[in-house]
């Protein structure tokens, strides 16, 4: 299977989810992590379908949040505040596939933030 690398525009979803300083505890963001290795690490262990939705996931938080509030894709063409809000709206979408596909996405960026060491320490996680 060929490496997954991440377009502008997925990386404008992952960090709209997660971005440095959200919290004075966690102030990494997902671009600090070194989520390169965990995806790497992901893709050849991870389910199909699993690996499929968190693509697709990426794709439609990129392309499809974006039309939510009436806005040109991708989602690096707007601003923080409008990221968030398009994201926002995916998760509350009438649309059950839209609700689930940014649930994967979450889970795995979760998946990948909670195992850093720095994370666990400042949650107080041994």
Do not use: C, N
């Amino acid at each position: 299977m060929p490496r997954m690398d991440l377009s502008r525009a997925s990386l404008g979803v992952l960090d709209t989810l997660l971005p440095p300083g959200a919290h004075p505890a966690l102030t990494l963001g997902i671009s600090e992590t070194g989520f390169g290795p965990f995806l790497e690490d992901f893709q050849r262990t991870a389910p199909p379908h699993l690996l499929r939705a968190f693509r697709l996931g990426l794709w439609a938080g990129a392309w499809i949040a974006p039309l939510l509030l009436r806005r040109l894709p991708p989602i690096t063409r707007l601003d923080e505040a409008d990221r968030v809000r398009a994201l926002a709206a995916m998760e509350a979408s009438s649309v059950p596939e839209l609700r689930q596909l940014l649930g994967v996405v979450k889970t795995v960026v979760s998946l990948h933030y909670g195992g850093l060491p720095e994370v666990r320490q400042a949650i107080g996680y041994p």
